[in-house]
């Protein structure tokens, strides 16, 4: 038995057009048709139409509603939490909505000037909200106006300032509109989450629609105000690190390009939401794009203009106040930059057994090229690298002044001075064995090849000793007759018996230094190497450096720690061991050692950065630590 499509509409209490619709969207189609095309529903068609309508009174859509019911898969308890789930969402919206009535009871409860026309005025924005946005944006700004307060009266609260200091000549470039505009901004990141995306349907909305700006106030002069207020307000942040002439060229730029940004930020947010990768095709493709806008809205392609803008951006986190730029983002688009201009290749093709060491020494000898004063004096550190390297790093010193390669430099300069700080008030102690641990391509036994007295004894790998020799011979540096090599895997030998070998005493004190080395190793081979240390004369003491666990880091510090560990892994030498500071200290103590200080990174930067101009600066997710036995 059949049904005409009029029988199934009368008896179903649905009409021709809606069964005629699911026909078109294919969510329910007759079995059959008459010779004269008409539609014919049979028993399963019922059935189907049936639950279609059950579905629908739980809410599903329409779309939902065909996928459920093709997919045969689907089990009745997954569509009840799914259920459940829209339930909840329902109740957030009910609840939202309910809070808006209230509050507009409340004013006409007070006398408030509310009619008819207030009615219809929200009916009308509702309409044009739901044109430009989608469900999640409207939650979005539900979200909003519930957990803040009113977010409606302070934007008329501040669109009727603005409009009163246009209407007396207040000009965009005074502090009072700089202040209008913060206050913008800071509204702005309540009423989106800080979601680039969502602002730029709301300005396509503003912009589209001349009954929004007629009902909110917002003209395009006003926003046009509003725009140049904002960049000269950033521009202001800028003046402690530029030139007047830099400053005025960057408002500038700031002002042609302040639109270009959203857009960028919303596919940046968009690729990493959907997982890509910083360094396959799209990543690259977004980096190429953030770092053409970053030069044309700041500083054009002048490298020390840019050096100078990017230490602005690491001092002035103001500066990212409502811009869409979360920590993943800026991770992802940092390390997608870092890839683009960082050859991996060439790295990994020069550097021997060992990338992380041919690193240390080419910004060991950048130190000693570009920074002044130095903190770290090393004169064999630029004949290490040998003629082609030396001149590579010489001919262009851009690869050094980004942000991170100074953080990285500061670092790697200040323990190697303290290390040796260390050592030499130990050696005035009267201890005279010193051994270095990881020693790469470390100058020290070479620049103080008189200290005849002393027993210097360099570890690592025997492959990345025999290219460091190689290295010395071919710059006519003498290997002196107080160092002694020992060639150790520090995760597979056995550090008291290579060292025997080599003639150390143990039953004389010693100092130790393990610079660079305890990120790449795993927690036992860390503490077999530290229990070792802890078992030496008494006297005997290590100095050696480790990175903080991301999670005891700010979001800025875990941003830089999360480039730098990306940009080794990279080049084959994956960071595996990060340490809780006041963890690390009990261990030390539970290994033996009587004495235990933390280098804090306030002391370093009081002691080493402080008067400096130059950028020169520590990373702050690394540490530098010494025990003594």
Known sequence: MH??????????????????????????????????????????????????????????????????????????????????????EQAERIQALRLRLERLSEKVARGGETGMDDWLTTLEMMTMYGKHLSEQDLDQLRRADTESPPLTDAWQALVTEIRAAIGRGLTPASNEASALAWRWLRLLREVTGDDPRLALKLKAMQE?????????GITPAMSAWVAEALANARSAL??????????????????????????LLADVRQAVEVGAVPTDAQGQALAERWQSLFRASHCGEDRAFENKVREAFQHEPDLLIGVGIDTALLSFVHRAIDHLEHDTAEWLADAGPKPSA????????????FDT??????????????????????????????????????????????????????????????????????TYAYRHADAASAC???????????????????????????LTYVGVDFECDALADALADAGFEPQEPAFFSWLGVVVYLDEDAIERTLR?????????????????APELLSPRERLGLELVAARVAERGEPWKTYFDPEALTETLRSLGFSEVTHFTPQELHQRFFASRSDGLRMGGSSRLILARV
């Open 3 to 88: 049904l005409k499509v009029g029988e199934l509409s009368r008896r179903a209490g649905i009409t021709v057009r809606t069964l005629h619709h699911y026909d078109d969207i294919g969510l329910l189609s007759p079995s059959a048709r008459s010779e004269g095309g008409a539609r014919l529903y049979d028993r399963a068609d019922v059935i189907r139409l049936h639950r279609i309508e059950s579905l629908k009174q739980l809410g599903c859509s329409l779309a939902e509603i065909r996928g459920l019911l093709d997919d045969l898969a689907v089990e009745p308890l997954e569509i009840i939490r799914r259920q459940m789930h829209l339930l909840d």
């Open 208 to 216: 589209t629609e001349p009954r929004v700006q007629e009902i909110n």
């Open 238 to 263: 800028f003046a402690k690190y530029l030139s007047a002439a830099e400053l005025e060229e960057l408002r500038r730029r700031q002002i042609a390009h302040v639109d270009d940004w959203p857009a």
């Open 358 to 369: 041919l690193s240390v020494a080419r910004l060991r000898a950048a130190h000693q090229l």
């Open 373 to 442: 004063p130095a903190i770290f004096d090393d004169p064999l550190a630029v004949s290490m690298l040998g003629p082609a390297e030396a001149a590579e790093v010489q001919k262009d010193r851009h690869p050094f002044d980004d942000p991170v390669s100074r953080a990285v430099r500061g670092s790697l300069v200040v323990r190697s001075r303290v290390a040796e700080e260390q050592w030499a008030k130990t050696a005035a102690a009267g201890i005279r064995q010193y051994v270095i641990l990881g020693a790469g391509l470390d």
């Open 456 to 482: 210097i004894f360099e570890v690592d790998h025997q492959d990345t000793q025999r290219w460091k020799r190689d290295r010395l011979r071919a710059a006519g540096i003498a290997e002196p007759a107080c």
């Open 532 to 548: 070792f240390v802890a078992s030496c004369t008494k006297g005997s003491g290590i100095v050696f450096d480790y990175v903080v």
